[in-house]
Structure formats: C-alpha cells, structure tokens
C-alpha cells in the first residue's frame, strides 16, 4: 500500500525556548548534540526549568518516537548531522525535544507500525530522500520540514512490518544491553577510583597521612602528563604501502569514536598521521570540554588517528589509572580553559604535556590495575560484539525493507538474528 508520510503521521518541531529558561536541574533537554547515528549521549545533557514545562509539555519524547536532525552538516561530510536518526529508546522517555530536530510518529498504526518507520527512517532510501531536499552551506544545511512530509513508499501488510521490526530489535536490544553491561563497569571503576584516589580511602589504610604542602598523601607525587607518557610520539611514515585503519576527527561522538574509514595509505587524507597503539588513550583536541575521549584496547593493525587528536602513551603509569584521571571534570575544564578559537576552541599538543597528574604509590596502582585492567578487556569486547552487531543489523536492514529476503524462510531466535532454513546466519 503506497502511503505519503504527511497522511498518515504526526510531525512536531523541536521546542524553541530561550536561554534564561535553563537551569542546573529540572527537565533534560535532547539537542542535537546528544545524539548520534546509534544512540543518545546522557553525559551532557542541558535542563529546563520546571516553570517553562506547560508550554513545552508537547515537545516531551515518548518511546519508539523517531527524532530527526534537521540541521547540521552536508551529509558529503563525514557523519553530517543533517538528516540524522535515532529511535527513542525506553531510558530516553521523557526527554523535551530541542530546536533543529523533529519527532515523528506513526498516527495511523493499522497502517504503518513505528517501531518499522523507526527502521525505514534509518534506511539509505529515506535519508538519501530527505538529504536531497536540504538547503544551505556544506557546514550548516537545513531540511524542511516539507521535505520529510512528501515522502512516499510502498509499505507492507502491517504484520510483515512487525516481523521486520522484530527481527531488526533484536540486534538493538543486545547492543543496549551490551551498553548497559559496559556503563556498569565503567561506574564501578569511578566509585573506585573516587574513593582510592580523591578521598584518600585506601584498602586496609584507615588513616591517611596528607602532605601540608601538597595536599596529597605521603610518599605520593606530582609530575607532568609529558614525565608518566609520551605524547604523539609515533608518526605514519610516507614510505607505508598498506592499507590503515582511518579515525578521523569528526568520526567523534560525545565521550567515545563512533566509527573508523579504512583507506589505502596514497588515499588517505593528510591528517592521517598519528599511530595508536595498544592502552593508548586518544583525546580529541577539539571541544575538549565535550569529553571527546576514547581507550585504544587491542586496536586492529594500522589503527591512524587523525592530527586533531592527542594519542597519550602510558609510560610509567597503567592505562587503568590514567585513563581515569584525564577524565575527571578537572581535567577537562584545564582543557577547556586553555582552549582557544570561538567556533571551535581547541588546545593543543604543548597542553597535554603540560598537564599535571598526580601519581599515587606503586602499591596501590597495582592493585586499582589488577582490578580494573579486566574491565577495559571486557569493555572492550563488548564494544567489538556490538559494532558487529550494528553491521549485521545494517546489512539486514535494506535486504528486509525491498523484500530482498524471503520473511517466511526467517525464524526469529533469541540469540543473535535470526536463522534461515538453511541454516545460514544473515
């Protein structure tokens, strides 16, 4: 049945409210600065006052809405914001949606079911569609809301749209779940960390002796980040042949990289230069006030950062322990006052090295080490389950919505996908 998206679903622009009517507490917002390709980002998030929530009450996010930017880069560049679409998962309920952004839902589900038009809004025939009809520069392009309305496809009998829905939620759910697995621990080494190394509350130390000038325990020291690391200290040469592993600066999200371009080295962009190596930590020179960050753990071979980076080596410090003080609200805001630029403030390589840590004793870096070394493994494992999972899903994902794949030979599992009668795993 062929149906126009203006006919058949609700359309409601972001709220526009003004800058006075933020505050510390209240209502979260979603900006478009929240959310990627895959996810929502809680780390940053900005909150309405309770006042102002009758007038935007409409603009609160319900589970399964579809979110829309409708603002942002060109999509020619790399992950452009224009255009992009997420899915309300079940912790973002509740949300007030922000201007540049809209939410779309189903208003006639005898006919298209949302969960399917969450799918269909992700495929590269809608958002080729929607992308065509935006206007503006390649830094900052706008999609009418007109655009999006005249979409019209083919959908299916609405319970194959529910099978298709289905089986594509299966592989979202394991990715939450495998995020929640790794917010968990990633909690559990801050409690941790807090509690050994900012309140001074040892395993078997019940009193602490602190130093009058340092404020630090003895026997404890201060140094700069350049004395326990080396900072940008191996470059791409110009004679390599093979092919490298790409992170381009723009490819960050909030707090972690959402994707890597794999290139032939003579087509690689200039900025292709620094190597990332096993426990290294890379730090976005960029914003640094947006914790744009990431642990390198059991990188693939050629993993190149880009030149907007900052790769830190541990030399004398664990991965463990370091990645978790240059992740402190300290650090970042000693980023972020050194920052310069007005679009973009950033900071550069001279400010890391400059950057003080402190160093606890050896004996308890062991042990926050043996504890927590596992935990980036685990992490880590996760984080590779669900890029493999985000592929499968994605290569599902057209072949199920032109009815490439044939549902009645599809039997939906638990596990991973689901299984063909032949036994061949899609």
Same mark, same amino acid.
């Given at each position: 049945m062929r149906l126009k998206l203006e006919d058949n679903c609700t359309f409601i622009n972001g709220g526009s409210w003004t800058a006075n009517e933020y505050a510390d507490s209240g209502y979260p917002v979603l900006k478009v600065s929240n959310f990627d390709k895959a996810s929502i980002s809680y780390n940053e998030l900005s909150y309405l006052q309770e006042s102002s929530f009758g007038k935007y009450k409409k603009n609160e996010l319900k589970l399964h809405d579809i979110v829309i930017a409708t603002v942002g880069s060109h999509p020619s560049l790399i992950n452009s914001a224009a255009g992009r679409c997420i899915t309300v998962p079940k912790d973002a309920v509740g949300l007030l949606l922000n201007q540049n952004a809209l939410c779309l839902r189903s208003n006639n589900l005898d006919f298209i079911d949302q969960r399917y038009l969450g799918?269909?809004?992700?495929?590269?025939?809608?958002?080729?569609?929607i992308q065509q009809r935006g206007k503006g520069a390649a830094n900052q392009m706008r999609i009418p809301i007109g655009g999006i309305k005249s979409f019209e496809i083919d959908f299916p009998e609405i319970e194959t749209q529910r099978k298709i829905a289905s089986i594509l939620s299966g592989y979202d759910d394991l990715i939450e779940n495998n995020l929640k697995r790794i917010k968990l621990l990633e909690e559990q080494a801050q409690q941790t960390y807090e509690e050994w190394f900012?309140?001074?509350?040892?395993?078997?130390?019940?009193?602490?002796?602190?130093?009058?000038?340092?404020?630090?325990?003895?026997?404890? =020291?201060? %140094?700069?980040?350049?004395? $326990?690391?080396?900072?940008?200290?191996?470059?791409? &040469?110009? +004679?390599? @042949?093979?092919?490298?592993?790409?992170?381009?600066?723009?490819?960050?999200?909030?707090?972690?990289?959402?994707?890597?371009?794999?290139?032939?080295?003579s087509e690689a962009p200039g900025r292709a230069k620094r190597i990332v190596q096993h426990g290294d930590i890379i730090w976005s020179c960029v914003r640094p006030n947006r914790k744009s960050h990431s642990v390198i753990w059991n990188p693939e071979d050629n993993l190149i950062a880009s030149t907007g980076f900052c790769v830190i080596s541990p030399k004398s410090l664990p991965?463990?322990?370091?990645?978790?003080?240059?992740?402190?609200?300290?650090?970042?805001?000693?980023?972020?006052?050194?920052?310069?630029?007005?679009?973009?403030?950033?900071?550069?390589?001279? =400010?890391? %090295?400059?950057?003080?840590? $402190?160093?606890?004793?050896?004996?308890?870096?062991? &042990?926050? +080490?043996? @504890?927590?070394?596992?935990?980036?493994?685990?992490?880590?494992?996760?984080?590779?389950?669900?890029?493999h999972l985000k592929e499968a899903r994605d290569i599902l994902l057209p072949r199920l919505m032109s009815g490439m794949i044939d549902l009645n030979s599809l039997e939906v599992n638990e596990g991973l996908g689901m299984v063909a009668e032949d036994n061949e795993k899609y």
């Open positions: 799918y269909l809004c992700k495929s590269q025939l809608f958002q080729h569609f900012v309140r001074f509350k040892f395993p078997g130390y019940e009193d602490v002796d602190i130093d009058a000038v340092s404020g630090l325990p003895v026997g404890w =020291d201060l %140094k700069k980040l350049n004395e $326990v690391s080396k900072i940008n200290s191996k470059s791409l &040469k110009k +004679d390599f @042949k093979g092919k490298i592993k790409y992170i381009d600066i723009a490819s960050v999200s909030i707090g972690k990289i959402d994707s890597t371009t794999t290139y032939g080295f991965t463990s322990y370091l990645l978790k003080y240059l992740t402190t609200d300290s650090f970042v805001a000693y980023l972020t006052n050194l920052a310069g630029g007005a679009a973009y403030p950033a900071v550069k390589a001279i =400010d890391f %090295k400059d950057a003080d840590v $402190v160093v606890p004793s050896k004996n308890l870096l062991d &042990k926050f +080490d043996n @504890k927590f070394r596992k935990v980036l493994e685990v992490s880590n494992n996760l984080q590779n389950q669900n890029q």
